[in-house]
């Protein structure tokens, strides 16, 4: 895809890898479409785009307002060229320490806030013909953890609703591909694990925000279906695709930092 003029929208655009990668694609001549439930931010981060850009104030929970922001931005851009569904969150805590109301919560914003603009985009891409639909997803999305459960579970809903619905639309003109990152600097550890803990233990193997938002631009550009990050994770998700409770017994040391 050439990226010049093609109209992006972002959910989660307000920090993290959701502005970076709209400040990137601005830079390539596209028009990123900014959402997120925070104003200020999402101006602060507005600042930082150099070409034209759009800016909504939209919670993904709320699915009247998902409905009225997308219509609003179809009426004012004519199209939407590619959706990129990045809002969402984790928290960090063993299965008994978590309410239920907690998997309800994570699971209305990571999995259902996908639905929810999918669902808003969709027809008006099988109208015409073309479209790319990119979830940010996760490794745990691939492989659980322990005190990820919640998070994790999310996850592979993301998955499993990328997969499939990428089977229903192959043939419609329109490519839906997952983003599978392992850990990233962000504020994302502010609520996952406030103690730090983890953050530091992973260190070695944290990714920067500016590396996802690159490797999410050039799938954006390639029309990929799926990356996961880092590379050599994909290495390792084939083997524990073939040997899992093996790779369970290996890895749960260096897996289970948490």
């Avoid at 507005?46 to 179809?74: N, R, S, W």
């Avoid at 997952?178 to 944290?206: L, Q, W």
Wanted: positive net charge; charged residues 20%; contains cysteine.
């Amino acid at each position: 895809m050439v990226l010049q003029d093609k109209v992006v929208v972002i959910t989660g655009a307000s920090s993290g890898i959701g502005a970076l990668t709209a400040q990137m694609l601005s830079k390539r001549g596209a028009v990123p479409i900014l959402l997120a439930r925070s104003e200020d931010k999402l101006k602060e981060t507005a600042a930082g785009i150099p070409g034209v850009f759009g800016l909504y104030i939209c919670d993904v929970t709320d699915e009247e307002q998902v409905v009225k922001t997308f219509a609003d931005i179809l009426s004012t851009y004519g199209r939407i060229d590619v959706l990129l569904n990045n809002a969402g969150y984790g928290k960090f805590a063993s299965f008994t320490e978590m309410e239920s109301r907690e998997f309800d919560e994570m699971m209305d914003v990571n999995y259902m806030g996908i639905v929810r603009c999918t669902k808003a985009v969709v027809p008006h891409m099988l109208e015409r013909g073309s479209g790319q639909i990119v979830n940010v997803a996760s490794m745990a999305g691939k492989i659980g953890t322990a005190r990820s459960v919640a998070y994790s579970a999310t996850k592979h809903a993301v998955l499993g609703f990328t997969n499939a619905l990428r089977q229903e639309l192959r043939q419609q003109g329109i490519i839906v591909s997952a983003v599978n990152p392992g850990p990233i600097a962000t504020e994302f550890f502010r609520t996952a694990d406030p103690s730090g803990s983890y953050e530091k233990s992973v260190a070695r193997i944290m990714m920067t925000p500016e590396h996802v938002a690159k490797r999410i631009v050039k799938l954006i550009e390639k029309g990929k279906e799926e990356i996961d990050l880092p590379g050599f994770a994909a290495w390792g998700i084939r083997f524990y695709g073939l040997f899992p409770r093996l790779a369970d017994k290996l890895t749960y040391n260096m897996m289970n930092r948490k």
